[in-house]
């Protein structure tokens, strides 16, 4: 009977620990689940805020370009239900084939992700497989050219605004993103590009006077709804972005402004051009070949911040890829370290670098120059594709925290700048920026 007592009272104490001990179990799994979710709403804010920028996550993924078919130097903007296309395409350097998929994401006027869902601003699928390949031809460094055209029959935009191309690998990681714009034209834009009105800023500075007609477009308030963006040579770190009405008179918005509106002219790109490996053009002082890279040494730069304006052609910053000797440049230009050489004096207060088209007008680590004490001069070796390119030398000032072209280009109003002015509505209860004007002008007609 004791024995029977004793195993009764230890069973029934194995309940109770048993019990315990999973009531414990069920409540971490739990508190890990509110935790989980906490995470994962808390990723899905910040993401929310980030803002997108062309950017590339794989150092394989080279020369990537996002134009309109046939117009290899216009800019990623399409018409909202028109027959207008943009062609995306990027080499890998891996040189195999690989399951790259694509889709888009609404942005707001400031490049940070709208508040709507897919649904409501893609017609038809939300991903599509990139299933144009092919292998470069004749080329030292081997590689696959990927591309697709946007809009496609499965997938279309319903919503003019920002836009960003976001181009993954299987198993969802991201490989880059690229910024492109949609726009539905609601109002006019009227620009003049003239000499800065301040005196201390007529010989440096252009200002860029407009106008905005909304006749087919109401506005119930201007200093809130309308948003502009005005770039220069569409640069985005001295964009003017905070900019109202000066006047408002019936259906015009004027931004006549005599500072607040004004860009430093700067200097006429400097160029090169590696369209041939076989021959030097005028700024190529060498080319050769090791035993797995081609290398191109261009004559060294000098600083000019206190010369004379003199006229210069050049493509505003922008590059275009070609290869004289090949039939398709697409596949048969091949890719080469270009070599950049400055001699000036060691900057304490900043750092220089490259910008241009081919930086995607940032400040990237990949055209960071080093100071070489020993020739004293500033150095930098660059993997590009065969082409034509602009390019800056700009100072990335510390002190200020601006960047600096004037430093290394100088800066004079005759200066041939193309200006872009972008024009977001937002109406009252609406949730995204549309992107309802634009307009391209330039300050040639300054000289």
């Known amino acids: 009977m004791k024995i029977y007592n004793f195993l009764t009272i230890l069973v029934f104490t194995a309940v109770i620990l048993i019990s315990c001990f999973n ?4 409540s971490d799994t739990i508190d890990t689940e509110i935790d989980s979710t906490y995470i994962e709403e808390s990723v899905q804010i910040i993401e929310k805020d980030v803002t997108y920028t062309n950017s590339t996550f794989n150092p394989q993924i080279k020369t990537i370009l996002c134009h309109k078919t046939e ?10 239900d028109s027959d207008e296309k943009l062609l995306v395409s990027f080499d890998d350097l891996d040189a195999d084939i690989k399951n790259y998929y694509f889709t888009i994401i609404h942005c707001n006027a400031d490049w940070t992700e709208s508040e709507l869902m897919q649904s409501e601003y893609i017609s038809g699928f939300t991903d599509e497989p990139i299933t144009d390949y092919e292998f470069s031809f004749n080329t030292i460094q081997k590689f696959t050219h990927y591309s697709f055209t946007f809009p496609t029959n499965e997938m279309k935009p319903l919503l003019s605004g920002n836009y960003i191309f976001k181009v993954y690998q299987e198993g969802d990681r991201t490989i880059f993103q690229k910024r492109f714009m949609v726009l539905d034209i609601k109002l006019s834009i009227e620009a003049n590009v003239k000499r800065a009105t301040l005196a201390e800023d007529r010989n440096a500075k252009h200002e860029i006077d407009f106008v905005i007609k909304h006749s087919n477009l109401v506005v119930s308030d ?10 220069q040579n569409n640069r985005e770190d001295n964009a003017i972005t905070d900019l109202t009405p000066l006047f408002v008179k019936n259906d015009e918005l004027v931004y006549d402004y005599n500072e ?4 430093w002219g700067n200097n006429e790109f400097r160029h090169f051009d590696i369209k041939s490996l076989r021959y030097q053009s005028e700024r190529i002082k060498d080319i050769s070949f ?16 206190f010369d004379r304006y003199s006229i210069e052609p050049d493509i505003n910053g922008r590059f275009l890829i070609k290869s004289q000797e090949g039939w398709k440049s697409t596949i048969e230009a091949d890719y080469a370290f270009v070599h950049f050489s400055l001699p000036v004096e060691n900057v304490s207060y900043g750092n220089i670098f490259l910008l241009g088209g081919f930086s995607e007008w940032q400040l990237n680590n990949d055209f ?4 070489n004490s020993e020739k004293k001069q500033y150095e930098v070796s660059v993997y590009l594709k065969q082409g034509y390119y602009n390019y800056h030398y700009v100072l990335n000032d510390s002190t200020t925290n601006r960047v600096d072209v004037s430093y290394i280009e100088g800066t004079h109003y005759q200066t041939r700048n193309d200006y872009y002015i ?13 992107f309802v004007g634009f307009l391209k002008t330039s300050s040639k007609e300054l000289f």
């Open 290 to 305: 090791d035993s797995s890279y081609n290398h191109v040494y261009l004559f060294k730069d000098r600083k000019r911040s």
């Open 368 to 371: 960071k120059m080093q100071y």
């Open 422 to 434: 972008y024009v977001y509505h937002r109406a009252v209860g609406d949730r995204h920026d549309s």
């Open 23 to 26: 009531t414990k179990q069920i």
């Open 222 to 231: 201007p200093f809130s709804d309308i948003k502009v963006h005005i770039k």
């Open 260 to 263: 607040d509106n004004t860009f």
């Open 71 to 80: 117009a290899e130097l216009s800019l990623p903007i399409i018409n909202l």
